[in-house]
Structures are given as C-alpha cells and as structure tokens.
C-alpha cells in the first residue's frame, strides 16, 4: 500500500502486439515506446516472433535488447488464432484431440520468456469439445495445466491464465475452481479482461477487479458491451473506466490494451488509447481514491 500523502506510482501501460499486425515487431515496439507505453505483450504469432522459426534464437536476442533499449517490459500472450492450426481457430486446445501440440507451443513460449526476461505467460482453456463430458474436459485441464506447471517451476515463469468468454473456463468462478483443482499453486495466476467483466461477469468490472487482485499478474483491457464478446476501443462500449482503474492502482503487472481487430489503424488507436488511459486513471484517483470506490479511499491491492 502507498503511504497516504505519497502519489502511487503510474500504472503499467502496455499494448497487445496482436494489434499491430501490419507492421514489424521492432517497428510496433518503437511506437509504443514512442507513445509513452511502459510494457508489451507480445503474441507470438507467425508475423511477430513466429515461436518455430528458423533462427528463433538469435531473433529473441535481438528482441530482448531491443526491449531493453526502449525501456518496455514485457509478458508473452499466446492467443494467435492460427498459431498451431491454419485451418481451425485457436486449435488444437489443451483439452481437445492433439493437447500435446498446445502443450508443446506454451512450453515453448516459457522458454521465450524466460529468454526475453518476460516473467509472465498467458493461457486459457479452450472451447469443450461436444463429444467431451463436462467433467472429463475439467480433468484434461488440471492434468495438462499441472504439467506445464513443472515446466513454469523449473524456468521461473508465472502462468496468467484467461477466462475467456465461451470457453470451458470463461469467468473468474471457473478460473477459481481450476486454481482450487492445482492446489492454489504459487504460479497459477490470472490475466483479467476487463471487457470480459463487463460482458457476462455478474458483478460489474471494478468489482471484478477487487475479487482478482489476490492472483492477478495480467491485465488485458478495452471497452465492451454487456452480452457481446466484441473488443471495442474505449468510449464506444459500456464501461466506466475510472473506478475500473481506481481499483487496478497498487497493482504493478501490464495493463495491456487488446485490440487485435484495429491493427489497419495501429498507430493511431495505439495513441487515443493511452491517452483515454491516462485520463480515465487520473480521473480515478481524484474521484474515486485508490480502490475504486467513492469516497477517495486509501486501502490499496497489490499482486
């Protein structure tokens, strides 16, 4: 917790790499930099740090120094949608036919990051396959997410895992239970949507954000509407961003921006973005305090 009196520190500003589509890796990462962004989540992806490359080595060299030089930290985020499959949107999954390649692909992106000084790697569950009792499907979860734990274990990287709507685990609740299924394991934390909270959580999305505070090592943030998965930028959705970021202040992981469908205009909506932020969170803490409920509050959340 800040000392009251003393000015808590900015928090994290990053942007999805998945939103600059149409531009290098090194030239996405000099804008944000440029921009005023403190982190990157990096999506790897054919185009941005293709995880089977030829030559991977050298270029995740190379990335890292960049980082480095431009001031970004970072975390990887590994929701391409064609990574594995060219055919089949974010398959295979781990509790479909052929997990071991999902499983072979995240462990992959851990050595990464361990390479690129990224402490966190995100994941979710996958969509339940229709042939595939509830309860089955749960345990596939547990058993393939407690390997890849080892492997978190031994190279020091924190899994963020995503509920995401639609999916077997799509809200906090699901999130819970599986945590509950891994014992409460040190490196099983949460990346939180906060577009997702706003469309199918039951409280509204500062709440969201105190009931995750105790497991968060990942934000993903951008505007949406109640009952529609659709990533909007900010102001054309639903969400009263101030006391959403009020009740983020103490927390030190990325607050990444997750616009993967605007990369046609990347630098643009990249700029409106963090200044909508910027804005939204100074807003926060005259009116709202420091843990996102008027009144000016001092209690403050840490991860």
Partial sequence: MTPIGVKAPAL?????????????????????SELGYTGAAITLDHGHLDPYAPGLTAEVNRIAGLLDRLGLNAVIETGGRYTLDPRRK??????SDGAERRVGFLSQAMRI????????????????????PEETAWARLARQCEGLLSTADRLGITLGFEPEPGMLVEDLAGFERLRAMLGGHPRFGLTLDIG?????????????VRRALPYLVHVQIEDMRRGVHEHLEFGEGEIDFPPVLAALAGYRGQVAVELARHSHAAPQVARRSIDF??????EG?????????????????GA
């Fill in 12 to 32: 994290n500003w990053a942007y999805c790499t998945n939103g600059f589509a149409g531009h290098r890796l090194h030239e996405a990462l000099a804008i944000l």
């Fill in 277 to 282: 932020l910027r804005t939204a969170s100074q």
């Fill in 196 to 208: 997702h909270c706003r469309c199918l959580e039951p409280d509204d999305p500062p709440a969201c």
């Fill in 113 to 132: 990051a361990a390479d690129l000084g990224a402490p966190v790697v995100h994941l979710w569950s996958g969509v339940k396959p229709e042939d595939v």
């Fill in 90 to 95: 974010h398959h295979p999954t781990l509790i």
């Fill in 285 to 301: 803490r005259r009116q709202y305090g420091r843990d996102g409920a008027a009144g000016g509050g001092v209690a403050g959340a």
